[in-house]
């Protein structure tokens, strides 16, 4: 079983940056894929970013590749979103999810009770 928390959302200007965390307890998530994902209401959940287990192979949306980056640290049974150049778009509230085969897939046994991130234009 794995519990995840994320945090670091929360208001910034278009341009700017913030960073994602997603702490998990459980000790099989150094074991776990894991992936970054978004959604405003009234739309399906998008795919953002995704990390396997070792780290080693990531993958991301063509949305966000080039200004998001995802990482983790299996010590600290954390992963992260880092966010740059940050647009009015990117409003929505991010959830981080584990426990997956394919990176960009929408089947995860884990998820994350989101953080909302609001851009300013």
């Known amino acids: 079983q794995v519990r995840l928390i994320e945090s670091g959302g929360g208001l910034v200007q278009a341009g700017g940056s913030l960073r994602l965390s997603c702490e998990a307890s459980?000790?099989?998530?150094?074991?776990?894929?894991m992936a970054w994902f978004r959604q405003v209401p009234g739309k399906e959940r998008e795919f953002l970013a995704g990390?396997?287990?070792?780290?080693?192979?990531?993958k991301y949306a063509d949305s966000v590749k080039g200004r998001f980056t995802v990482s983790r640290d299996n010590t600290k049974n954390t992963g992260y979103l880092q966010m740059n150049s940050l647009k009015s778009e990117d409003t929505a509230v991010y959830y981080c999810?584990?426990?997956?085969?394919?990176?960009?897939?929408?089947?995860?046994?884990?998820w994350g009770q989101g953080t909302q991130v609001t851009v300013s234009s």
């Open positions: 999810a584990a426990g997956g085969s394919a990176l960009d897939s929408l089947s995860w046994s884990y």
């Open positions: 990390i396997t287990w070792t780290g080693g192979i990531t």
């Open positions: 459980g000790r099989t998530f150094s074991r776990n894929n």
